[in-house]
């Protein structure tokens, strides 16, 4: 992560949980992004502006179906974070 990005983090009062590379099992949006890219390739489309709206639509549809997000915080973050304080 840049220094700039740590720097403004630390600015604003934000704590960064870095997770490490490679273990998507850490990152819930992991598989969100999988699935986007592989369901929004084979699109054609006519210009940014409807990719753009294709692919909020995908988002959308895709993190509804897999709503694993907010019980992997639960979970999995919430405990990570009381180690650490």
Known sequence: MCKYTQKRAHQLGIDLVL????????????????????????????????YR??????????????SFAGSWIDNHLDGFLNKIR
């Open 19 to 50: 997770f490490p590379v490679g273990s998507p099992g850490l990152k819930p949006l992991e598989p969100v992004w999988k699935s986007l890219n592989w369901e929004s390739s084979p699109l054609i489309v006519d210009s940014k502006d409807e």
């Open 53 to 66: 709206l294709l692919l909020d639509y995908q988002f959308d549809q895709l993190t509804e179906k897999l």
